[in-house]
C-alpha cells in the first residue's frame, strides 16, 4: 500500500513491505503523521501511531507546533516582577516599591521614608522625595 514494496518471507508464508518515507506498518497503511515533522522552532514530533502527533518545544516555545514564542521565556521583568503572558506580549506584574514595563523604575516612596505621619512626594523624575509635614512636624523626614 502507499507505494511500498512487499516480498514474500520464508515461503509464500509471510511477506515484508518497506515503505516510503512517511508511511509505516505491516503493509505501510499507517501514515507517519512526524515524517516531515510539522513541528516548527527546533520542537520534537512525537507520533502516537493512530496518525496523530504531539510537539515537544524547546524552551521559550508553546503551542500545537511550537508555534508561539513565549515572550517570558528571556525573563524580562527585574527587580523581582512576575512576567505574565497576555495577548501575545507580556505583562509584568512590579512587586511593591516598583513600576514600569519591567518594573525598572524604583518608587522612592516606597516604603514612605516620611516619619510621623507624613506624606511622600517623588521629586526629580522619581530619584528624590520630598516630605509634606502635617501641622506641628518638620525636618526633611518630618522627624522633629
Not at 501514515?31 to 514530533?45: E, Q, V
Not at 508553546?62 to 524580562?76: I, K, L
Request: net charge positive.
Amino acid at each position: 500500500m502507499n507505494g511500498g514494496t512487499c516480498r514474500p518471507t520464508n515461503g509464500n508464508s509471510g511477506y515484508q513491505c518497506i515503505c516510503p518515507p512517511g508511511y509505516n506498518g505491516q503493509r505501510c497503511e499507517n501514515r507517519d503523521a512526524c515524517s516531515p515533522n510539522p513541528c516548527l522552532n527546533g520542537g520534537m514530533c512525537i507520533s502516537n501511531g493512530f496518525g496523530g502527533f504531539s510537539c515537544q518545544c524547546p524552551p521559550g516555545f508553546s503551542g500545537q507546533r511550537c508555534e508561539d514564542r513565549d515572550p517570558c521565556a528571556s525573563q524580562p521583568c527585574i527587580n523581582g516582577g512576575t512576567c505574565i503572558r497576555e495577548n501575545g506580549g507580556f505583562r509584568c506584574a512590579c512587586p511593591p516599591g516598583y513600576s514600569g514595563i519591567r518594573c525598572e523604575i524604583r518608587d522612592v516612596c516606597q516604603p514612605n521614608p516620611c516619619m510621623n505621619g507624613g506624606t511622600c512626594r517623588a521629586t526629580n523624575g522619581n530619584t528624590g522625595f520630598q516630605c509634606m509635614c502635617p501641622p506641628g512636624y518638620n525636618g526633611q523626614r518630618c522627624e522633629n
